[in-house]
């Protein structure tokens, strides 16, 4: 399986820039990875454009947890799927943390995107001080939880992201090897709370200061399907980069 790089815009690019960079991307052959490019909601239909006739697919930043209501300023997965989403992350720790969405919120949103066709991006990771304090498998275990009693439609899929908190835009990315870490522990609890049917179909994907300098290391690891990229996919050039590299590494 090629390996999965999710580009997450976050609220970093105006429609014209991320409009910009879809195009440039979209005109670069991508042949050794999928491609999976996250705009902000008002950029969702022109990079759709972007993008169209291309291998390159289009993921939402978030989605509502209910399909319709009295909900200003919240987007379905039904709708982002009409726009032509195929993915759409959920429980990023940004929202955890500065917007006060709760694991409750999250496993609501994860069921609105399987129950929309999509496949949700299920973001997990400890902060620094868990770190410290030797609770991260019970941070990933108890944030996996969500996926209790989740089933997967057909040939959908689910990814997770583990994205220690303490390496989201820092620079400072965990090593290859504590990600692999992390991966199995991820992959043995998804197993767990959700049954095999599920774990055999999750990709889980490194999140952090992912670079094109690191991303092939972090993909040379056992149960590394992928990367989540920030800051370094808001540019043509840098994103290009990861791709090509992550397309060396051909084991997964």
């Known amino acids: 399986m090629l390996p999965l790089i999710v580009a997450n815009w976050k609220m970093q690019l105006s429609d014209a820039d991320a409009v910009t960079v879809a195009g440039e991307v979209a005109g670069s052959p991508i042949a050794d990875a999928e491609l999976v490019l996250c705009p902000s909601f008002t950029a969702l239909s022109r990079v759709a454009e972007a993008v169209r006739g291309s291998a390159i697919a289009l993921g939402a930043q978030d989605c509502a947890a209910d399909t319709r209501g009295a909900l200003t300023g919240e987007v379905s997965s039904e709708d982002l799927r009409a726009l032509g989403c195929r993915y759409v992350l959920v429980g990023h720790s940004e929202r955890r943390q500065r917007l006060g969405e709760t694991d409750a919120m999250i496993g609501k949103k994860l069921r609105a995107t399987t129950a929309a066709g999509l496949c949700p991006i299920l973001c997990v990771g400890e902060s620094f001080e868990e770190r410290t304090e030797g609770k991260r498998e019970a941070i ?113």
């Open 140 to 252: 990933l275990t108890r944030q996996l939880d969500v996926l209790r009693g989740l089933s997967l439609v057909g040939t959908q899929q689910l990814c997770v992201a583990y994205e220690p908190v303490w390496a989201i835009g820092t620079g400072h990315a965990a090593a290859p090897s504590d990600a692999a870490q992390a991966h199995a522990f991820i992959v043995d609890t998804v197993r767990e709370v959700a049954g095999a049917a599920v774990a055999d179909r999750v990709r889980v994907l490194y999140g952090g200061s992912v670079s094109p300098e690191n991303v092939a290391a972090f993909l040379a690891e056992q149960h590394v399907a992928g990367v989540l990229v920030g800051t370094a996919s808001q540019s043509a050039a840098r994103l290009r980069a990861i791709v090509a590299a992550a397309g060396r590494d051909r084991r997964i």
